[in-house]
């Protein structure tokens, strides 16, 4: 909003000649200061300054044509105003001097209003009833509207998505009730805005202030907010909170398929809308993984799915049963397998980023994919999904299986960023899943042992009748030197024995099975009991 030629703020026209002294004078110049045409033509521009001139005035507004002056009125107040200042040519480009524009600069001068209109910011400036009565030039590319398109018509009407949550899950009040709070109240509120913006492929967030506009009697007038997108900042603090909180819970039990769903649990709703874990059938009964040159060579690749997780509540997987899978030669899962590298599908190429204030900016930009990444598959919108990234899943070098983050219902597009990310919680996770496969191998290993130093058969003997039954602990807990023995005595008697190895694993089921033998030997010899023990 320009002031020009009214009485209050004057603008000021000067010819300057290619000397520096004054060749023509408006009338505007009157009104500004005082001097009539015949008082300052012909003389040098600088007899007009209230100040020493700053260097090289005025030849210097030629390259850096506006800047701030102090003038010497006629009656001898200061009036400081902006000067902008062009050089005026004749014909083969001869420079005659300069056309000098001279504006009042006021309690709100001209370039006051451009620093607003330019701000990289998003301004807006709302009546009571939020009625668009200002916005800035990036507030009007963050909602696709002009402000001629705006004016006088109501927040709701121009953005109708901002009278719902983006995640309703999260009982957010929509952003409208907040504008709509603080004209009630006038009392100013600032918070973070998640929402997309019309045409954006990826959910903004944004940082925003909201404050009541009063006038002199301090009765709220308007109301009027700023804001910038730090979806960048943002996003990189959900995805740290979503790794701190799978630390905690990946990996609590050492079982391979409760760990498993674990990882699918873990990204569901936060990351994604559905996981899939596929494992080598050998890591789920604890054996060493396969070598993948022997499994990812045929035409199918065979697995079983250990854990699938969506967000719909009527779709929520295989839990505890893992069923078999097979994955084509030429599947993507299957070059992840054979490769051990990720790939990234989108359903279609996304668009760019937004890029006000801040923006998300590096999160889309496509040089922070890695080579290869994304890959456009417009099939995947027949299996209802909008992207999926599929991460092979490996420790210590084995190759154990392979995982799907996708999406469904939401029609954000990954980022290199989500790449990253999808990958710290499968690595996570293939520690975990790898220590409960070696437990497994370790308890299935004393297990075996244990039962093979029990007796296998109850002798015969008259003293009494006996039954056993041994019923190892679950996989809560690890297997023991449990025992238990009845050997046959001298005199129609019988030796009950039942003994516990302090400590568990292989070591304890070894340290049993040399115990029993100890107490069978000293049994033979017709001890006492108080003497055998």
């Not at 301090?218 to 730090?230: E, S």
């Not at 520690?431 to 029990?454: F, H, P």
């Amino acid at each position: 909003m320009e002031w020009t030629g009214d009485q209050d703020a004057p603008t000021a026209v000067v010819m300057v000649d290619p000397d520096g002294r004054v060749d023509g004078w408006s009338e505007g110049g009157c009104q500004l200061l005082g001097w009539t045409a015949e008082e300052t033509v012909g003389r040098p521009l600088t007899d007009l300054l209230a100040e020493p001139p700053p260097p090289g005035f005025p030849e210097k507004h030629a390259t850096d044509p506006s800047g701030p002056v102090a003038l010497r009125h006629r009656d001898g107040h200061t009036v400081h105003a902006l000067v902008t200042a062009q050089p005026l040519r004749g014909s083969h480009g001869r420079v005659l001097g300069q056309a000098v524009s001279v504006q009042r600069w006021d309690r709100r001068p001209v370039i006051a209003d451009r620093a607003f209109e330019q701000c990289p910011f998003a301004l807006g400036v709302y009546d009571p009833e939020l009625r668009f009565l200002w916005i800035n030039a990036s507030s009007g590319r963050v909602i696709a509207h002009t402000e001629e398109q705006v004016l006088g018509k109501k927040y709701r009407e121009v953005l109708p998505e901002f009278d719902r949550s983006l995640f309703p899950e999260r009982d957010d009040k929509p952003y409208t009730d907040q504008l709509a709070e603080v004209a009630r109240t006038g009392e100013p509120a600032r918070l973070i805005t998640v929402f997309r913006p019309l045409g954006s492929n990826y959910a903004n967030a944004w940082a925003t202030s909201i404050w009541p506009v009063r006038d002199a009697e301090g009765k709220v007038r308007a109301v009027a907010n700023w804001g910038f997108d730090m979806s960048a900042e943002y996003w990189a603090r959900q995805r740290l909170l979503m790794l701190n909180k799978a630390g905690r819970d990946i990996g609590r039990t050492l079982d391979v398929v409760g760990t498993a769903q674990e990882l699918a649990r873990s990204s569901v709703p936060g990351f994604t809308d559905l996981v899939t874990v596929d494992l080598w059938d050998e890591v789920l009964r604890g054996e060493e993984p396969p070598s993948p040159s022997t499994k990812t060579g045929g035409d199918t690749v065979n697995l079983s799915r250990a854990a699938r997780h969506s967000a719909r509540d009527d779709d929520d997987g295989h839990v505890g049963t893992p069923v078999s899978v097979t994955h084509a030669r030429d599947s993507v899962a299957a070059r992840c397998m054979a490769t051990g590298t990720s790939t990234v599908q989108l359903a279609q190429e996304p668009g760019p980023g937004g890029e006000w204030a801040f923006g998300p900016g590096l999160a889309a930009d496509p040089a922070h994919w890695p080579p290869g990444n994304p890959l456009i598959d417009p099939s995947l919108a027949a299996e209802g999904l909008t992207g999926r990234i599929t991460v092979p899943l490996r420790a210590r070098g084995a190759l154990l299986g392979v995982v799907e983050f996708s999406r469904t219902d939401r029609p954000e597009a990954f980022t290199a960023d989500d790449l990253i990310l999808a990958e710290e919680l499968t690595a996570k996770a293939a520690v975990a899943i790898d220590n409960a496969r070696r437990y497994s191998r370790e308890r299935t290993t004393a297990l075996t042992l244990q039962r093979s130093l029990l007796p296998q058969r109850l002798p015969s003997q008259e003293a009494v009748e006996v039954a056993s039954r041994y019923l190892p602990a679950g996989t809560g807990a690890e297997v023991g030197g449990d025992w238990f023995d009845v050997i046959p005595l001298s005199g129609a008697r019988v030796a009950l024995i039942v003994g516990d190895v302090v400590g568990h694993g292989l070591h304890a089921s070894a340290s049993m099975g040399r115990l029993r033998t100890a107490v069978r030997t000293l049994a033979d010899v017709d001890l006492p009991p108080d003497e055998l023990l």
